[in-house]
């Protein structure tokens, strides 16, 4: 692998691990056994080095989920494929993650927020839209408010004031988050999908 690519990756696993905060140049090129004017030959700052790695992680996030809802056979079961891949995410995510993003990294923190007012709003609004004419979805949502209500939830949960880390795991609070959205959402057909992919039998 290209040594660029390298720091790139390996820098991204010690951000989620530790915390951007938390995490030195120095930590970067001991984690990966080099000098530091190695990791200064391609990254500029440590600035530089966070944008791209996010960069290049939201780019790996909006690819996996084109390919989890193109995969699909419907609506709910792209949500379901969503809440896998929230569980993988989270067990590598730091709770500061955001609060270090939006204090200490602007840009990257930007790049975070055109994501989601991008991308996100709209493969959310997309998918809701396909459940309603699937009937797995109520047709009285508002897809509007609904959709950036999903968007709101994603980081309520990183929220240290309403989840604090020495409370609630991170990973359990946004699959919570999800599948309370997921049964707000359904109908009576989506609901009896849901309970078959939780593998659930529920009384009527």
């Known amino acids: 692998m290209e040594i660029r690519e390298r720091i790139l990756q390996e820098a991204l696993l010690l951000f989620f691990r530790k915390g951007i905060k938390a995490v ?50 419907n ?3 792209a949500m379901f494929q969503m809440v896998e891949m929230v569980r993988g995410l989270m067990q590598q995510v730091h709770p500061s993650i955001f609060f270090d993003l939006q204090k200490y990294h602007p840009q990257a923190w930007a790049l975070w927020q055109e994501h989601k007012n991008g991308f996100f709003l709209q493969q959310t609004k997309e998918h809701l839209q396909k459940g309603i004419k699937e009937k797995l979805f109520r047709e009285d949502i508002d897809v509007e408010i609904v959709a950036r209500l999903r968007l709101a939830e994603v980081e309520l949960g990183f929220n240290s004031e309403v989840y604090p880390t020495t409370q609630f795991d991170l990973q359990k609070v946004q699959i919570a988050l999800l599948e309370h959205f997921i049964l707000g959402l359904a109908t009576l057909k989506g609901h009896k999908l849901v309970n078959q992919y939780k593998q659930i039998t529920e009384e009527e």
């Open 75 to 77: 609506a709910m079961e």
């Open 24 to 73: 030195s140049m120095d930590d970067v090129a001991a984690h990966l056994s080099v000098s530091k004017k190695t990791i200064y030959k391609w990254f500029a700052n440590k600035d530089e080095l966070i944008y791209e790695s996010m960069q290049q992680h939201i780019k790996g996030m909006e690819n996996s989920c084109c390919h989890a809802i193109g995969d699909a056979s």
